[in-house]
């Protein structure tokens, strides 16, 4: 029942701005944090922040001042907005919902030039 869909990776030149997208649909998403992980090839999954169901954000120490996390409660959704992106920020990105046992199939983030 639960879904969870990830969009609006691509190519980006370093330097360059991505919006990602999670639409979430099959539990009350108002009750829940959400947060967004990224995986590199060959590494772990690493968080790169979480928001509230308060709206309060957190992110890693090497995410702050260029991911942005924020959530659309209207349409189920979750974004982040991602700026001056770095080559070592290439990865598949992952919405989640901490406490249920689902994860997207995730969107690749591929910044070169």
């Known amino acids: 029942q639960v879904h969870l869909v990830e969009s609006g990776g691509g190519l980006v030149q370093p330097g360059g701005s991505l919006r990602l997208s999670c639409a979430a649909s099959?539990?009350?998403?108002?009750?829940?944090?959400m947060t967004w992980y990224r995986q590199a090839p060959g590494k772990e999954r690493e968080l790169v922040a979480t928001i509230l169901t308060t709206g309060r954000t957190v992110y890693a120490d090497s995410m702050k001042g260029r991911f942005t996390i924020f959530r659309d409660n209207t349409v189920n959704t979750v974004y982040l907005q991602a700026n001056n992106l770095k080559a070592e920020d290439t990865a598949v990105y992952y919405c989640h919902a901490p406490g249920l046992n689902n994860w997207g199939r995730g969107t690749q983030v591929t910044v070169s030039s």
């Open positions: 099959g539990f009350t998403f108002t009750n829940y944090p």
